[in-house]
């Protein structure tokens, strides 16, 4: 017998256990199957189904559901701005689970940005059992959203900034979060009808790395998609996107963010992060080895230069590539304490001259096909208290005329 609070009593049950399993396990794709299975009898009778949550209430239609008062979900969803969710038609077991993910992505990187916020170091296991936890806004598949999607990417640059934090403090890396990040950002690419890359501006130097990762993440996943991978692909080039520049954290802050040329020692400690970045992803997560070598080899050009050197030479993987020109274009729009940033067009020229010896030129001409065609849309960060200043005129001047530390 499928009823409302039965339906409802599923999809937590497969929002809690999405939490702990990977996609494609047994025990995962069981319950959002029962989930989905409640969902489908529910809408036998009527296809239009809506449930509203009014903290301790929850409306099934306009009829509140008795045995659901004082549900802790509700409340949860709810509290954080999910006041309704509407299946407006059927829908595919993909679409479903599509939706659940993104439900959870937001439910995780709530929980994230509340723990960053006090400071809390993670916790392990489950990301949605700390802290306060619910959804901001509904960003889901068209048939089941009811809400438009703001670019404002808020929480997801607090959880990057805090997944840096964590890793820095040799905490290893919160892969759920990473993934969570991963999946907002790519329901924020397709929550219109037209696709757009929503790209952050930097507002202050310090938090470069964390803009600047997140800028990346966008573009990787744009171009991959662009070039027509799968969905599952897409978010993997993502989470590399996402990591590439993780070994950062290794790297002095004053030499990270040194306003002016770095001297011939601090360049060697700076050009060590691919080697760090991969070297911490290795030591977290297994199933990231592409994260890994994207890490290690985005700053390989085609000609052989960049670093790290390799001792014999040999093609990097099509994601590194992908993951390099991005990488570039995102340092040279941004402004830099020893550089100010370059107009889009000047960066597109670089990007197109550049093709065959730093870029793979397939790769080069599918990236600025694509950013003729998507386009990158300003995403906000909520605070604008803090305006970045312009770099002086001496140090933009002295600078080299292309030195993108991406
Ligand atoms: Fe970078
Ligand atoms: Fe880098």
Redesign the pocket.
């Known amino acids: 017998m499928s009823d409302a609070p039965t339906f409802l009593t599923s999809l937590a049950q497969a929002l809690s256990t999405m939490s702990l399993y990977p996609e494609g396990h047994p025990a995962r794709e069981g319950i959002v199957d029962v989930a989905y299975g409640h969902l489908h009898a529910l809408q036998k009778e009527d296809r239009r189904v809506s449930f509203s949550f009014l903290g301790d209430d929850v409306v099934f239609g306009d009829r509140p559901i008795r045995s659901l008062r004082g549900w802790d979900w509700s409340n949860r969803l709810a509290g954080a701005g999910i006041q309704r969710i509407e299946f407006e038609t059927e829908v595919t077991r993909q679409e479903f689970d599509d939706f659940l993910s993104q439900v959870l992505a937001k439910l995780t990187l709530y929980a994230a940005a509340q723990a960053a916020q006090a400071g809390q170091p993670r916790h392990g296991g489950s990301p949605i059992k700390f802290g306060q936890v619910g959804l901001r806004e509904m960003e889901s598949a068209p048939q089941l959203a009811t809400a438009t999607v703001a670019l404002s990417l808020h929480e997801e640059a607090e959880t990057v900034q805090w997944m840096h934090e964590e890793t820095q403090g040799g905490h290893g890396l919160p892969l759920a979060e990473a993934e969570a990040v991963v999946r907002s950002l790519a329901a924020a690419m397709h929550g219109d009808k037209a696709i757009v890359l929503p790209l952050l501006e930097l507002r202050r130097f310090d938090e470069y790395t964390t803009t ?1 990762s997140l800028n ?1 993440c966008v573009l990787a996943m744009g171009l991959a998609e662009w070039i027509g991978l799968g969905a599952r692909d897409v978010r993997a080039f993502g989470v590399a996107g996402l990591l ?2 993780i070994g950062k954290v290794k790297i002095p802050l004053d030499v990270l963010n040194k306003p002016g040329r770095l001297t011939p020692e601090e360049r060697e400690i700076m050009n060590r992060h691919p080697v760090e970045g991969a070297r911490i992803i290795m030591a977290s997560e297994e199933n990231l080895d592409l994260a890994a070598v994207v890490a290690y080899e985005h700053h390989i050009m085609l000609n052989g230069g960049g670093y790290p050197r390799l001792d014999y030479p040999r093609e990097c993987h099509q994601a590194s590539k992908l993951v390099h020109v991005c ?1 570039v274009y995102d ?1 040279l729009r941004t402004n830099r304490p020893y550089r100010a940033a370059w107009p889009p067009a000047k960066v597109l020229a670089y990007v197109e001259e550049r093709a065959g010896t730093e870029f793979e030129p397939d790769v080069a001409q599918r990236f600025l096909k694509m950013m003729e065609e998507w386009e990158p849309k300003p995403a906000a960060l909520e605070d604008q208290s803090a305006a970045i200043p312009e770099p002086a005129p001496a140090a933009a001047a002295s600078a080299p005329a292309a030195a993108p530390q ?1």
């Open positions: 600047h990346v590439h520049d990488d340092a991406g």
